[in-house]
């Protein structure tokens, strides 16, 4: 396991927090105090956590979480948690929050993910010169063999936080991880026969889980959701559904599907949704019935057997 920069800083001044750590500093009710930045990590946190931890989510249930803002309180709650899970270079609100701040504990799931660099697909190589370099694709969860180390992670963080938890922790975390494998099996089988691998989105959220079952993913925006493609982008995407015959335009839930319904009633085909499981549209789903939906989607779109 490697250790963030910013929890060997924890590590170091540990021997003076040691002994309030769970009690003096926990929730209200005695349970350890969890802020998440996004709905997945959330989900791992509630998921591991079970019952001895309150999770929030610092991304409003509904929002789209590339550009959440953050008030004063969320910043101030995001100091006196006992662990805050995030992953570092997809928010930047919350990168500023954490690097002010000195929550007790902190993951981040980017050391743990194996973050790939950013493809811009829809852009010259002197454009891109113009970028920060070392910008990686974030949607590392939608790759489900990519969870289970973040998944120990958060065991292992909220062990040191609540040692009495350790069992419990250690057999959530083994049951989650359980849950991934399993997906991921789905998906590669599932996945495994089709007339086309070639699939297009709105955003390019799906990067990590092409890559893992061998999909070529078309994005008309980047990797940030608000992007406006341009003329010459849609131009292209049209192209590559013309020439490879594909049936569907994916669009998502928490962002305007306009670009990508006009796009598929311009080409006659179908639209229909793909969802980047950035954040529950509806509260009675959760991580696993989305990307659920989202292989019979993929299945459907790209007439698999
Ligand atoms: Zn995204």
Redo the contacts with the bound molecule.
């Keep these: 396991m490697s250790i963030p920069r910013r929890h060997l800083a924890v590590l170091a001044a540990l021997p003076l927090v040691l002994t309030g750590c769970a009690s003096a500093s926990g929730a209200d009710d005695g349970t350890v105090d969890v802020m998440a930045s996004f709905y997945p990590l959330q989900f791992v946190a509630e998921q591991v956590g079970g019952d001895r931890v309150s999770v929030r989510s610092l991304t409003p249930p509904g929002a789209e979480?590339?550009d959440v803002e953050l008030s004063p309180a969320q910043v101030s709650r995001i100091d006196g948690a006992d662990l805050v899970v995030y992953l570092s270079g997809f928010q930047a609100a919350v990168d500023d929050a954490i690097a002010q701040t000195s929550p007790a504990h902190v993951v981040d799931a980017a050391t743990e993910a194996t973050l790939r660099p950013e493809e811009h697909e829809d852009e010259s190589a002197e454009e891109h010169e113009e970028h920060d370099h070392g910008d990686v694709d974030?949607?590392f969860w939608l790759d489900p063999s990519r969870m289970p180390s973040v998944v120990q992670d958060v065991a292992d963080t909220l062990t040191e936080i609540d040692p009495d938890g350790a069992e419990t922790f250690a057999a959530n975390a083994a049951a989650l991880t359980q849950r991934f494998e399993d997906l991921d099996a789905a998906y590669a089988t599932g996945l495994e026969q089709c007339d086309s691998r070639t699939f297009v989105t709105s955003?390019e959220?799906f990067g990590y889980l092409a890559d893992r079952y061998d999909l070529h993913q078309v994005g008309i925006s980047g990797?940030?959701?608000e992007a406006e493609p341009s003329p010459a982008r849609l131009a292209a995407v049209e192209k590559i559904v013309r020439d490879e015959g594909v049936t569907t335009i994916f669009f998502e839930t928490l962002v305007s599907p306009k670009v990508a319904e006009t796009l598929a009633a311009d080409l006659g085909v179908e639209a229909a949704v793909l969802d980047?499981i950035?954040g529950l549209a509806d509260p009675d789903t959760d991580y696993f019935t989305i990307a659920q939906a989202n292989l019979d989607a993929l299945r459907m779109a790209l007439s698999c057997s």
């Design positions: 979480p590339h974030p949607h955003h959220a990797i940030d959701p980047p950035e």
